[in-house]
């Protein structure tokens, strides 16, 4: 149940509008940020004085904590908290300034970290629907031989930009890429992610300059671009008409996925995606290329061979 709004005391509100007067006047905060410090502020004092408090220098770092408690159980988000304890060091800290406190009690409470969402997989029939693309255009043969392999392979969208044709072994089903921070790894592909990559060599030297290195190459014949690709993916979501957006990073979360249920296994996928934790609380551990094959052979959907008829 929500608390009354009353009048605060005067030690509580006057010294909040001195410091919203030096945030209009010195602080140079956007106005969006004002208004969130103000109401946050507010509620925190409304709060304060229900309890009994008077003045701002009563509070100790353990109203603090309650302050924050109060937000947690409320169901705030922790963005939302953090933009709490914000306005609230914030305000101390000019309290210190002018001289009516001697310390800030909310310099040692933090909020929660907040999760980083993770953005929604696609599901295998999406998939599918989004690669039945079987048009011979050379650039429709390109977009389908990019997605395949950010799907077969896992791969981040600056490593697939940045794959040159020597790194490819079409023959060994293999593929050398730079991930973060210069890593090179070596990562398996199969099935019809080498179908398309084959296709798409066929006919890459329509549209790719004679010097250029470069796998996948732009209508202009040099190496595509990191929005090029997001942009055409996306066309090809609404093409197929999938219903989900489609990014490159939703298709390399949707290998990570897919791989985990189908093979069970953490770190083989870890390594498959150049992570040096999977999680905050899983390590990286080091597996041979050839279990790393196996597990993506068995596992993939779309390294499967097909099954006749």
Partial sequence: MSESVTPLPNGLQRPLERFYEYLRSEKGLSLHTQRNYKQQLETMAQHLAHLGLTEW?????????????????????????????????????????????????????????????????????????????????????????????????????????????????????????????????????????????????????????????????????????HRNVQKRMAEWGQKQAVASHISPHKLRHSFATHMLESSNNLRAVQELLGHENISTTQIYTHLDFQHLADVYDQAHPRARKKERD
């Fill in 57 to 225: 220098q009563q509070v100790d770092a353990g109203w603090v904590r309650q302050l924050a408690s109060k937000g947690m159980r409320e169901g705030m988000k922790a963005s939302s908290l953090a933009t709490r304890l914000s306005s609230l060091r914030s305000f101390f800290d000019f309290l210190i300034l002018r001289g009516e406190m001697t310390a800030n009690p909310a310099k040692g409470v933090s909020a929660p970290r907040k999760k980083r969402p993770l953005p929604k997989n696609l599901d295998v029939d999406e998939v599918g629907q989004l690669l039945d693309v079987n048009e011979d255009d050379p650039l429709a043969v390109r977009d389908r031989a990019m997605m395949e392999l950010m799907y077969g392979a896992g791969l981040r969208l600056a490593e697939l930009v940045s794959v040159n044709i020597k790194d490819v072994s079409l023959s060994a089903g293999e593929l050398r890429v730079v991930g973060k921070g210069d890593k090179e790894r070596k990562v398996p592909f199969a099935g019809l992610a080498v179908e398309w990559v084959t296709k798409w060599l066929k006919v890459r030297a329509s549209l790719a300059n004679s010097d250029e290195a470069a796998l996948f190459v732009s209508k202009l014949g040099v190496r595509i671009s």
